[in-house]
């Protein structure tokens, strides 16, 4: 079922959304060559905490960091470690979830680490756009597949593929809900938008083919043929006066 949230509640979303996306700054700030992705994890945890909230990923299914840190080919889903350090011209993904009075905000963002190649680059920003493309189909009486269609028509005239295996999610009181939200589908087709849906909308681009394969981790996600991969993420709601992305600092 659909959970349709109220003016109320999605005020305090826009605190847990706020939550989330400060902690994304800190990660942005300390991103460098030789950090390690646990040291990272525990910036956010620390902030998150701090702010009177709690990191939605830590032990979600069992997954041990408080942020998802993914690195190059790794799509999502990246486990924060110690014996992992970022080294220039990496792209690394962040995701962040923070739990604040009952409601989830969660938020990605792909970084890169000192100076990455064109490619790379182009890679980063194409994603970024296709969210924005995704959320001008965020009105009253559209359906989900304008969304994904929006997001997976852009990323194309570049070349480049959405993932279909791992989708967007309605976001609440629980970190997943209602509907899907898929970075692909048919205009027209699907859910129908309506006023106070709140939704995580998450393209997830390859820069090769849509293939992914788990790692023997059992978390970490990869594309299958090795290439790289960005994920641009906001927690956005529509309310009576449009939409409004809820992830912002
Ligand atoms: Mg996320
Ligand atoms: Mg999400």
Not at 113 to 142: C, H, N, Y
Not at 172 to 195: K, M, S, W, Y
Request: hydrophobic share 40%; aromatic share 6%; proline share 4%.
């Amino acid at each position: 079922m659909i959970q349709i949230k109220n003016s109320e509640q999605i005020a305090v979303m826009k605190e847990a959304g706020r939550i989330t996306a400060e902690a994304l700054l800190v990660a942005g700030e300390n991103i460098r060559d030789g950090i390690s992705t646990k040291q990272l994890d525990t910036l956010i945890r620390e902030h998150i905490e701090k702010s009177g909230a709690k990191p939605s990923f830590l032990g979600y299914g069992g997954f041990p960091g408080s942020a998802c840190i993914s690195i190059n080919d790794e799509v999502i889903h990246g486990i924060p470690s110690a014996k992992r350090y970022l080294k220039e011209g990496d792209i690394v993904k962040v995701d962040v979830g923070a739990y604040y009075r009952g409601f989830h905000g969660d938020s990605a963002r792909t970084f890169a680490v000192g100076k990455v190649d064109e490619a790379a680059s182009r890679l980063i920003e194409v994603t970024e756009q296709s969210f924005w493309e995704a959320i001008k189909q965020m009105e009253q009486g559209k359906r989900i597949g304008d969304i994904g269609a929006a997001v997976d028509s852009h990323v194309k005239q570049f070349g480049f593929s959405t993932v279909k295996r791992y989708v967007g999610h309605g976001i609440g009181h629980a970190l997943h809900e209602q509907p899907d939200v898929p970075n692909f589908g048919t205009p027209g087709r699907g859910v129908r938008i309506c006023t106070g849906m709140v939704l995580a909308i998450e393209p997830m681009i390859n820069m090769g083919s849509d293939d992914v394969k788990t790692l023997p981790d059992g978390w970490t996600v990869k594309t299958a043929d090795g290439s790289l991969s960005a994920h641009y993420e906001n927690t956005v709601a529509l309310t009576p006066n449009g939409v409004l992305v809820l992830t912002k600092a």
